[in-house]
């Protein structure tokens, strides 16, 4: 019997609104995921250490902000690129910020994509869309044993 593994998202953004957006394009297009969210660095990193002890859910793709209360996002990615349990797990960063010095760093601690969040509410389904049909058909990811 094979039991079915949905597709999980970390959202970590502290903006409300770029949550909703996030949360209503991802139903808008199809994209059949978990959506779990955190809305600060702290909250964050407890999500993160409870997968590490095996007490959470396991993200298939995080989507990180870079400027969150408590911890950064660099910060964070450096902790979840410097775990033995999470470093498979791509990180994509999804900031407001264009500047070089943010995208260089980003890749620099592993990133795995930065993008710049839209600008205009109409472009998060078209977003959201790539990110499902990339990371849900083109990749294949690595992830929990699928019994």
């Known amino acids: 019997m094979t039991v079915e593994h949905q597709f999980r998202v970390l959202l970590v953004d502290d903006s409300r609104a770029d949550v909703v957006f996030i949360d209503e394009s991802m139903q808008d297009v199809g994209f059949d995921a978990e959506l779990l969210v955190a809305t600060d660095g702290q909250a964050a990193l407890e999500l993160l250490r409870a997968v590490e002890r095996a007490e959470g859910p396991r993200p298939d793709l995080i989507l990180l902000d870079l400027n969150l209360p408590y911890i950064g996002g660099l910060e964070l990615l450096d902790y979840i690129k410097g775990s033995d349990v999470l470093v498979e797990v791509p990180v994509i960063v999804l900031s407001t910020s264009d500047a070089p010095a943010d995208i260089a760093s980003s890749y620099r601690g592993h990133a795995s994509s930065y993008i710049v969040k839209p600008s205009d509410v109409s ?21 929990p044993v699928r019994v």
């Open 123 to 143: 472009e998060y389904d078209r977003l959201t869309d790539a990110l499902r049909q990339y990371w849900t058909t083109v990749v294949r990811l690595p992830g």
